[in-house]
C-alpha cells in the first residue's frame, strides 16, 4: 500500500491512533471513506476518492485543499487526532 499516492497514509495512522491491526485499519479507513477495501490500493480511484473528499493529493492542484487544511479535513473525515490540526484550532480566536 502506498502513502499518499493511495490511502497507505490514513491506513498507517488509523493503525497508530487505532491500535488496529493492517486489515482492520484498512477497513476502518475504507468505511470512513466510503469505498471497498481493494479501492485503498488503486492509485486512479483513490485519486478520485480524495479528490471528491479534498483530503490532499500527491500533486498540488489549484482549488484543493493542501498541507494542514488537507491534514483538517482528513482528521474531520477519519476521525482522526491530528496535533498539529488541534494546535491550530486551539489558537483561532472563537
Do not use: H, W
Not at 491500535?19 to 477495501?37: G, Q, S, T, W
Not at 480524495?50 to 491534514?71: E, P, Q, V
Request: aromatic share 6%; hydrophobic share 40%.
Amino acid at each position: 500500500m502506498g502513502g499518499l499516492r493511495t490511502a497507505g497514509d490514513l491506513v498507517a495512522r488509523a493503525q497508530i491512533e487505532k491500535k488496529l491491526k493492517v486489515r482492520e485499519a484498512k477497513d476502518y479507513v475504507a468505511r470512513k471513506l466510503n469505498v471497498e477495501p481493494i479501492t485503498l490500493s488503486d492509485e486512479y480511484m483513490m485519486a478520485e476518492v480524495r479528490k471528491k473528499l479534498d483530503i490532499g493529493l500527491i500533486t498540488a492542484l489549484t482549488g484543493y485543499s493542501k498541507g494542514l487544511a488537507a491534514k483538517a479535513r482528513i482528521a474531520n473525515t477519519c476521525d482522526f487526532k491530528i496535533n498539529s490540526v488541534q494546535r491550530l484550532f486551539e489558537k483561532l480566536p472563537r
